[in-house]
């Protein structure tokens, strides 16, 4: 383990733990990543005594420590060095009481804190201490765990589950981002407990949600959530899209499934949360918009207004920025299906300007989440949409080099429509921007200012403004 532990800090807590005769260990996560490979600037040191004390001499000891935070409810200490987070705490017994997160602390041995750690894969700890420099202190075979690429409580899982029911999140939050399974007794344990998610608050869950949603394949952990019923504690909306309805022999396709498609499609090709999000919510108001005609099937008529008005609620409840963020994913779920129903008919000049102009700065990512949206199975079904979608980026792209509406400014404005005509702020004013808005994206005229003025004064005129 001596290859790990390179970063001069560990040298100094060394030092600082032998001054003060008190036993010292690197524990949990960066011991988890450095096994997996992972960078993490992260590092959890843990004692036998005051956490308090020895963050106190290490702090001592650092010439360039930025800053030193000592939280003595807590008995915790946190430094922070350049980029790099190094938190201190003794080590303890808890025993948690049944209606609440806040734990009872008592101090404890090593192998006390490691049991009440989440998983086995995360209670291994390093020695920093003389005489086992570097050893790995491993005692619920965590490393053992990590090859093979499993989830594990260190106790039986209702207890570890129990005492902090967010671990059911994380434990499919690590799932998703490492790729690695929940051990069958554990995951029965997360089934057992689910509904004790109820004490733990909306925000620490999209905390961990937001985890998932940013690892590069986050179906699987929706699937996991679903499956465990977590997701129908904070997120019924979602699941409600699962399942297939049978009339006349026609089936509609399961949108949960195929949001979930769709969702990791658009990892495969952005970073982007909102983006994300945005795949999330876009068919969310089908269930609300579900009808059945002989004519016409199945259909879900306004399914995209009414999932672009859910957004803020849901935003909302599930403690989600409630700023530009929000609206960025509002009008994505409006305008989701306006590339594809461009494809379905002649694609005028007009039509390609006004989804530039609607959708703005985002018309790329729009473009984005619509080809991630095609999830056919029949392939030519598939390749017909991606060329016929790759025909309307053409045409944007064709149509914003020449008349720029993607942010669209009027080329001629309120005041100056004022002053040509010396009239006061009126209704007048907005009939004229308006039309003079119409003409630009109906190419009536080009966006210049010349045939914008010529324009304004033509519409002033059929108003009965007088002639300036
Ligand atoms: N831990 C726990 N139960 C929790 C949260 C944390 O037992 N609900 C323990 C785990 O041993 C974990 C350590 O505290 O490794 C540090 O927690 P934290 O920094 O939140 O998570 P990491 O495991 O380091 O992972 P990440 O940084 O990805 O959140």
Redesign the pocket.
């Known amino acids: 383990m001596l290859e790990h532990l390179s970063h001069p800090i560990f040298k100094v807590v060394r030092e600082s733990a032998r001054d003060l005769n008190q036993r010292a260990y690197v524990?949990?996560?960066?011991v988890?990543?450095v096994l997996l490979d992972r960078p993490?600037k992260?590092i959890?040191f843990v004692t036998i005594g005051s956490g308090i004390e020895l963050a106190k001499e290490v702090a001592n000891r650092l010439q360039n420590a930025t800053e030193v935070n000592y939280f003595k409810n807590f008995g915790t200490a946190h430094i922070r060095q350049e980029d790099w987070d190094f938190e201190f705490v003794g080590a303890r017994k808890e025993s948690y009481r049944g209606d609440s997160r806040k734990p009872a602390v008592e101090e404890g041995t090593l192998e006390d804190d490691q049991h009440?750690?989440?998983?086995t894969i995360?209670?291994m700890a390093i020695s920093l201490n003389d005489e086992d420099y570097g050893s790995l202190v491993d005692p619920f075979r965590g490393l053992q765990d990590l090859k093979d690429r499993k989830l594990k409580t260190p106790l039986d899982p209702e207890v570890t589950f129990s005492d902090?029911p967010?671990?059911m999140m994380?434990a499919i939050r690590f799932a998703t981002?490492l790729d690695f399974t929940i051990d069958e007794a554990s995951y029965k344990g997360i089934v057992k407990v689910a509904d004790r998610l109820s004490i733990i608050s909306q925000e620490r869950i999209t905390d961990e949600l937001n985890?998932i949603i940013q690892a590069p394949k986050p179906s699987i952990g929706f699937k996991l959530l679903f499956d465990t019923k977590l997701l129908h504690q904070f997120f019924p909306e979602m699941v409600a899209l699962q399942g297939v309805e049978e009339r006349n022999g026609l089936k509609h396709k399961d949108n949960f499934y195929h949001t979930l498609q769709v969702l990791d499609n658009v990892c495969d090709h952005s970073d982007n949360l909102w983006l994300r999000w945005s795949a999330i919510m876009h068919d969310i108001a089908k269930p609300d918009t579900k009808g059945f005609t002989e004519k016409e099937g199945w259909t879900f008529h306004g399914h995209e207004f009414v999932g672009s008005k859910k957004v803020k609620h849901l935003f909302r409840r599930l403690k989600l920025p409630l700023n530009e963020k929000m609206r960025y994913v509002s009008k994505l779920v409006l305008l989701h299906l306006r590339p594809i129903a461009l494809t379905k008919e002649i694609v005028t000049d007009s039509a390609v300007r006004r989804l530039i102009f609607d959708a703005g700065e985002d018309i790329d990512d729009l473009i984005t989440l619509s080809k991630c949206d095609i999830t056919s199975k029949n392939e030519r079904k598939v390749k017909r949409f991606l060329s016929n979608l790759k025909d309307v980026e053409r045409k944007i792209k064709d149509v914003e080099e020449r008349d720029r509406v993607r942010n669209f400014q009027p080329p001629v404005s309120g005041a100056e429509i004022i002053e040509m005509f010396h009239i006061k702020p009126s209704r007048e004013v907005g009939l004229i921007k308006n039309a003079l808005k119409e003409a630009v994206l109906e190419g009536e005229i080009r966006n210049n200012r010349e045939e914008a003025i010529n324009f304004v004064l033509k519409k002033g005129i059929e108003l009965g403004l007088k002639k300036p």
């Open positions: 524990v949990g996560g960066f988890r990543d993490s992260d959890d009440r750690r989440d998983f995360n209670a902090d967010l671990r994380r981002q985890k």
